[in-house]
């Protein structure tokens, strides 16, 4: 059969922006040194009619328009969040109903803390290696939560990307992908509580840290390549430390993660920020690049992917959709009272 | 008294120890100390543990018989006590077991201490330290460990004129001194320009002023000199002087903020006992919790004239090559500090400096060293003072 891997993709990322100065200022903080610590200039704030749900239609239709595909050909939705609107009622229908890919369809929501869209991506290659599917569409989004005050009100944001999973006109095989798991409760969020909990320190060394570098090194040894055999990489990036960090200790360049490192401008958008440092990537990329991508999701585990851009990039419709740092650089300020608004921050009956 | 020698040691590596169990550290330690000593579970008489709240940080009292069960001496049934006094509980801990033998009561006792820190958050950790201080009129108001030690400092530059490099060049002597330490949290050189512009914790300490937050364990075994060579031929480490003090539990009762009475008065009491002053000490562990906190201790300690601690750090009279080593393990700046761990950790490293063994870091012949232990702002002190034999 023929290589399978992606097809389309999309991105979305909402508009407004805070700037790290502009949380910090409030509770008192300084913005500067927190701005530098994390690698984080500003974060998207979603307005308040956006949510993973909306955010995943926009991405997958903006897959849709870079390519011909019928949506009606499209067999598997899988929305990887942990921000689904419904706590019961899945976004996916939501999402398949947009964009005219039901009834023929099977859809089910994801949750992984920050890798449920990579899941969805390795469920859509095995559907469509297996030949139960033509395509698949995986997205990866969120409108990530964090408490008033809390270290993660700098960097939880919202946005995501989606992409297509198919086996013909594939602009990136999909070589191999592997998974690295363990039990590891770094980051949780109870049911019904409004905000995740985490634990602190913890959540490095013995968690990012930990299955990012494990799952990098399985998957170059099962491959057999190594750091400079890539030409970009992509890390799950929580906050722009910990990638430039995991990326020092597996042997890769500053230039080698640069263009998929969007957290500093963006914020970490979750289940998103994985896929959407893929897309930016997939945005410059040319027919022979090889790239790894490392998710990581907490509790905990992390998705490899070793991936070849092939020779259908170049005829294949970028321009049909607003690229990753298009979208980046369109965006709008707001001040912490208005982002207390529009986030549900404020109590009023 | 009879006299009583360290005849083992042992300790684990300390920093964020995710994958070791509170009881595994224990263990690891004490098992270590007891292979160094070469004694055997029937010949212990007691146990102490230093402690000082593994309820809060890890939901486990009742450590005593946890950590006799933790080392494999349950069937033993072996007397085995916990002792806590804050900061100083390891150190507590070390003058009961020597008290226990120096008495006649016991020959062979094994002290530990322990403490697992970091199963907790930051703030969690702020807050059971928090409770070392006076709850009704320090903690309750807010005032954490870092507030109270920055009062501290800011009280000694107005009244001596230290300054905020001369309180840097202490961490910077730590750390250098960490590097050579295999179980320090940080081995890791410091500038006194990274010092200098370490994030603020409270002014005017910074990040890398205050001691950080540790795992780990460290246990010893005493024994009577008289039945210490039926069980090793390694050299013999005499405790000669042990002194112990307490004070106001909130620092504004104090007569003075930037001396701490308690080892004043614990200093003397070692002193006296046995028969050292001062100037006899060829080296110390000072409990360095802050930057400032061990200025005040090679005063307090007499090794400097009062006021004249952050002189003696420009002079480098404290450093591993000036003529009164401090902290040659790194201190609780760099070594790390699982807080009741500190008092037992600190006499491990008197013990391997005037055992000869201690490494890389091995000072030139030392003959009698000090260890200070604190607790709280300096409510509770404790102070061994030994002599290799």
Sequence with gaps: ?349 | MRDVAVIGVGITKFGELWNKSFRQLTAEAGSKAILDSGVDGKDIDAMYVGSMSSGRFVGQEHIGALVADASGFSHLHIPSTRVEGACASGGLAIRQGYLSIASGMNDVVIVGGIEKMNDVGGTSATETLATAADQEWESFFGVTFPGLYAMMAKRHMYEFGTTKEQLAKVAVKNHANGVKNPNAQYQMEITVDKALNASPVADPLGLLDCSPVTDGAAAVVLCSVEKAKEFTQKPLVKIIGSGQASDTLSLHGRRSITTLDATVHAANMAYKQSNKSPSDIDFAEVHDCFTIAEICAIEDLGFVEKGKGGYAVDQNITTFDGSKPVNTSGGLKSKGHPVGATGVAQIVEVAQQLRGDAGNRQLSNPHVGLAHNVGGSGATCVIHIMEGM
């Design chain 1, 1 to 349: 059969m023929n290589d399978v891997g992606i097809v389309s993709y999309g991105g979305s990322i909402p508009q407004m922006r805070i700037k790290a100065k502009e949380i910090a200022k409030v509770w008192g903080k300084d913005g500067e040194r927190i701005s530098k610590g994390l690698g984080i200039i500003e974060k998207s704030v979603p307005s308040i009619d956006q949510d993973t749900a909306t955010i995943s239609v926009e991405a997958a239709r903006a897959a849709l328009k870079r390519s011909t595909i019928n949506p009606q050909d499209i067999g598997a939705i899988y929305i990887g969040s942990e921000s689904h609107p419904y706590a019961v009622k899945p976004t996916g229908t939501i999402v398949g109903e947009a964009i005219g890919a039901t009834p023929d369809l099977m859809v089910a929501d994801y949750e992984f803390a920050c890798k449920a869209g990579t899941a969805g991506i390795q469920n859509c290659t095995a559907l469509v290696k297996a030949e139960f599917i033509k395509y698949g569409l995986a997205v990866g989004a969120d409108t990530s939560q964090a408490a008033p005050g809390d270290a993660l009100e700098y960097s939880a944001a919202a946005g995501g990307a989606a992409f297509i999973i198919g086996s013909e006109n594939v602009i990136a095989n999909i070589n191999k992908t592997y998974s690295f798991t363990t039990d590891t409760p770094d980051f949780w969020r109870r049911a019904e509580r409004k905000y995740p909990k985490h634990g602190g320190r913890f959540t490095g060394e013995p968690a990012y840290f930990r299955h990012v570098t494990s799952c990098a090194k399985k998957l170059m040894e099962i491959v057999g390549t190594k750091p400079d055999d890539y030409d970009y990489a992509i890390f799950h990036q929580p906050n722009a430390k910990f990638p430039r960090a995991a990326a020092r200790l597996l042997g890769f360049t500053p230039e080698q993660i640069k263009d998929g490192l969007i957290v500093p401008y963006i914020g970490n958008t979750y289940s998103g920020a994985s896929c959407v440092g893929l897309a930016a990537v997939l945005d410059v990329a040319k027919p022979g690049d090889r790239i790894i991508v490392i998710s990581y999701g907490s509790g905990a585990g992390s998705d490899g992917f070793d991936i070849t851009v092939t020779d259908n990039i170049n005829s294949f419709k970028r321009s049909n959709a607003q690229t990753i740092m298009e979208m980046v650089n369109d965006k709008t300020y707001i001040d912490y009272g208005k982002y207390a608004k529009d986030t549900d921050l404020l109590i009023w009956e």
